[in-house]
């Protein structure tokens, strides 16, 4: 049942993040907060500027099971891929949070990220997996391959 992946996955990610640690040479590094449940986190990227490539990307932070899982989920699939990669594979996130419905065969680039597709029917949690996406795609929609800059 997909309802008992979802379960696992959160629980394993939430007890087990992966790139869970403050990224010392980070190139990026970005706030994000959802004042409303407390959820607070910090996304550092380091992007190989020759290459566009998303070398590193880690976080650290507070937050519900949910919120961490996802990052955990999203910062694994984003390492090592380009920036456009990265951008499409946020895309595709962001529709699988809240479009309802959404079919996931339009949605190939999500691989694990999938086991969130019906978060859409619980819009407080919605908002708590989307944190790491918004704050990541921030930095990279502000991101210049000429002028890499660390945010604040």
Not at 38 to 52: A, R, W
Not at 55 to 77: D, H, P, Q, V
Not at 132 to 144: E, P, R, V, Y
């Amino acid at each position: 049942c997909m309802n008992d992946l979802y379960q696992d996955m959160i629980l394993h990610h939430n007890k087990h993040p992966q790139n869970f640690r403050k990224l010392e040479d980070a190139t990026h590094e970005k706030e994000g907060l959802n004042p409303v449940c407390g959820d607070h986190l910090f996304v550092y990227l380091k992007i190989n500027k020759s290459s566009d490539t998303i070398e590193e990307i880690t976080f650290t932070g507070e937050g519900c099971a949910i919120s961490k899982a996802s990052m955990s989920l999203l910062t694994t699939r984003l390492k090592g891929k380009n920036l456009q990669e990265a951008q499409e594979i946020l895309g595709q996130y962001q529709e699988l949070l809240t479009k309802k419905n959404c079919d996931l065969e339009t949605l190939p680039l999500l691989g694990k990220l999938k086991v969130f597709s019906g978060i859409w029917q619980y819009p407080a949690r919605v908002k708590c997996a989307g944190l790491g996406l918004h704050t990541t795609k921030s930095i990279l929609d502000n991101n210049s391959a000429d002028n890499i800059i660390k945010t604040e």
